[in-house]
T-cell receptor
Framework: TQLLEQSPQFLSIQEGENLTVYCNSS?????LQWYRQEPGEGPVLLVTVVTGGEVKKLKRLTFQFGDARKDSSLHITAAQPGDTGLYLCAGEYRDQGAQKLVFGQGTRLTINP | EPEVTQTPSHQVTQMGQEVILRCVPI?????FYWYRQILGQKVEFLVS????????KSEIFDDQFSVERPDGSNFTLKIRSTKLEDSAMYFC???????????FGSGTQLSVL
């Protein structure tokens, strides 16, 4: 099983600051997905990156896939209290013909007003 | 936007009892999944289901677990004899095809006493 390590696990910053969350692995993934999960809810897909070096933007959120497709980052500019939540990365890969999805342990982000 | 629906939202059961967790995937989706998330831990894959059969299962999905699509709309996860360590949030997910967006339900919180 391929593993994904997310860092930091917890992050608490002030409104207006910038932050970056990292998702790292020693393995290659065919795609990397970022989810946001609210308490008592299932993960909701934010973005999928597929190509090495790919950058996608979603308003103040910037997602990047590493050139070697082993890592990814989520950068939030001018964080808002509404960005508070659990952010999960998940990598998709093929293992003996089966398509698999493995999740990182998540980053719990708190934006203080 | 269409939703994956899960019932019940909370289930409390005694150790050794059987439980059935229910899911209604999005109607035109063909691939169905169960994941679980033990409190404070990663989202873990349990099983995938396609064309009325299990396409893949993890080591967690032992003989105590089974899945069924009894009709055209429901997708169920049965745990035959629950253990304390089965306590977790169980998420159902579905998608149209392997490369497409995965939609998660809001989960069933299972507590085994």
């Amino acid at each position: 099983t391929q593993l994904l390590e997310q860092s930091p696990q917890f992050l608490s910053i002030q409104e207006g600051e910038n932050l970056t969350v990292y998702c790292n692995s020693s393995s290659v993934f065919s795609s990397l997905q970022w989810y946001r999960q609210e308490p008592g809810e299932g993960p909701v897909l934010l973005v999928t990156v597929v190509t090495g070096g790919e950058v996608k933007k979603l308003k103040r959120l910037t997602f990047q896939f590493g050139d070697a497709r082993k890592d990814s980052s989520l950068h939030i500019t001018a964080a808002q209290p509404g960005d508070t939540g659990l952010y999960l990365c998940a990598g998709e890969y093929r293992d003996q013909g089966a398509q698999k999805l493995v999740f990182g342990q998540g980053t719990r982000l708190t934006i203080n007003p | 936007e269409p939703e994956v629906t899960q019932t019940p939202s909370h289930q409390v059961t005694q150790m050794g009892q059987e439980v059935i967790l229910r899911c209604v995937p999005i109607s035109n989706h063909l691939y169905f999944y169960w994941y679980r998330q033990i409190l404070g831990q990663k989202v873990e894959f349990l099983v995938s289901f396609y064309n009325n059969e299990i396409s893949e299962k993890s080591e967690i999905f032992d003989d105590q677990f089974s899945v069924e699509r009894p009709d055209g709309s429901n997708f169920t996860l049965k745990i035959r004899s629950t253990k304390l360590e089965d306590s977790a949030m169980y998420f159902c997910a579905s998608r149209t095809s392997r490369g497409e967006k995965l939609f998660f339900g809001s989960g069933t919180q299972l507590s085994v006493l």
